[in-house]
Nanobody
Framework: QVQLVESGGGLVQPGGSLRLSCAAS????????IAWYRQAPGKQRELAAT???????HYATSVKGRFTISRDNTKNTVYLQMNSLKPEDAAVYYC???????WGRGTQVTVSS
């Protein structure tokens, strides 16, 4: 069955960096888009970034230039490198498989001094 397992979240100071990982299984990884979404308390879940099977990427305006999405097809893993983090980036970050409408359980990112 499809599984998406996020990791790498934690507490970081403003201006710091984190790298999130999404380990995927149960489907043909190389054929699908994968996305990272995030949801802050009291707010709607929003798209952060997506990556296509060919490595093409799309970013939300709020993260463009600071976040980088990538994939390693040999490890069935998608990464989200987050730099220059701001307090407003704090959220639960979810991995999403649009082709199957499947969500991971999320990983918490806290940005605070």
């Amino acid at each position: 069955q499809v599984q998406l397992v996020e990791s790498g979240g934690g507490l970081v100071q403003p201006g710091g960096s984190l790298r999130l990982s999404c380990a995927a299984s149960g489907f043909t990884f190389t054929m699908y888009d994968i996305a990272w979404y995030r949801q802050a308390p009291g707010k709607q879940r929003e798209l952060a970034a997506t990556i296509g099977p060919d490595g093409s990427t799309h970013y939300a305006t709020s993260v463009k230039g600071r976040f980088t999405i990538s994939r390693d097809n040999t490890k069935n893993t998608v990464y989200l490198q987050m730099n220059s983090l701001k307090p407003e980036d704090a959220a639960v970050y979810y991995c999403f498989l649009p082709g199957r409408l499947f969500w991971g359980r999320g990983t918490q990112v806290t940005v605070s001094s």
